[in-house]
């Protein structure tokens, strides 16, 4: 299997077979991202996938599950990954679910008719950064995309038969507004009804603007009672049932996992006693390791 570059997928997409058909990202400019920066954009061939998916077939022939590498598959042509998913239907037969990440201009850039005939090819459960629920901090982040236009294009998805897990940033609109981030956050879910929502605290490694505004402070990051109080306000306003709270990011402040709404209680309690842990440092910011694991 041909990889370019580092491989990123979501933790909860582990046991699933990873298929590189493009490398890099065609956005490659959210504010806090330096995932792709070093890898030119492009498309991975046909004859390339093919080759893939043969050594897929001898290696996990009972593989029922594709994550389409790099950092937006989804920007492909609806033509183009209709393709792909048929190499994968043709090699792979058991495989139930092809997904990848998505971006909300992705979704802007395919008609209802052609997401409904990806959907109809397995094409599913798409990982979306959707971030924040404020203007302001999307047009920070540089996603390229309103609170209101995500909404439209994410139930554009929904009418065509498709989930999506939705990832959002603590902390993403910075010190103070933790409130505010919040709700609008979970009034966007609350709208649009992903399945999962995967959370993560907003950290940056250098070479994107974000790790320079933290460095000038340009841009204050939350504080640890910051990070918690966004996380309380975010389960208490969040109206989901039967989807997943995946919150094991290691940036993120407390390790919380369970599905909404029947675990919220159990959630918030976590909330709660990661506070009372913190309490001497609550209006410290992190210390950050690799992957903005939080160190203290
Ligand atoms: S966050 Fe996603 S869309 Fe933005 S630059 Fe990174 S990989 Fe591309």
Redesign the pocket.
């Known amino acids: 299997m041909k990889y370019t570059g580092q491989v ?1 997928r979501p933790p909860f997409e582990a046991r699933s077979l990873l298929l590189q058909v493009t490398r890099g ?6 504010s ?2 330096t ?2 920066r070093d890898v030119p954009f492009g498309i991975e061939s046909f004859e390339q996938i093919g080759e893939d998916l043969k050594e897929a077939r001898e290696l996990f022939p009972a593989a029922r599950r594709v994550f389409l590498e ?3 598959a989804f920007c492909l042509s609806a033509e183009r990954l209709a393709r792909i998913a048929e190499m994968i239907h043709e090699y792979l037969p058991l495989t139930e679910i092809i997904t990848m ?1 998505a ?1 909300v201009l992705n979704i802007r850039d395919k008609t209802d008719a052609e997401l409904k005939m990806l959907r109809d090819l397995g094409i599913d459960q798409l990982n979306v ?1 959707v971030e924040s629920g404020l203007d302001d901090a999307l047009r920070y982040m540089n ?1 390229g995309y309103t609170a209101a236009e995500a909404v439209r294009e994410l139930k554009r998805l929904r009418s065509a038969g498709m989930d999506y897990a939705a990832n959002v940033i603590l902390g993403g609109a910075g010190s103070g507004r933790q409130r505010e981030n919040a709700e609008a956050t979970a009034a966007l879910l609350n709208e649009t009804r992903p399945y999962l929502v995967f959370t993560g605290t907003l950290h940056s490694e250098p070479g994107c603007p974000l790790h320079e505004d933290l460095r000038t402070g340009a841009f204050r990051e939350n504080t640890f009672r910051e990070y918690l109080e966004e996380e309380e306000c975010l389960l208490e306003n969040l109206k989901l049932q039967g989807c997943y709270f995946f919150g094991l990011h290691p940036s993120n402040v407390v390790q919380a996992y369970g599905v909404l709404d029947r675990d919220k209680e159990k959630l918030l309690g976590e909330v709660r006693r990661r506070k009372e842990e913190l309490r001497e440092v609550l209006d410290l910011q992190p210390l950050r390791g690799g992957e903005g694991a939080v160190l203290l």
């Open positions: 990123y990202c065609s956005h490659n400019s959210c806090f991202c995932m792709y790099n950092g937006d990440y971006s950064g996603k």
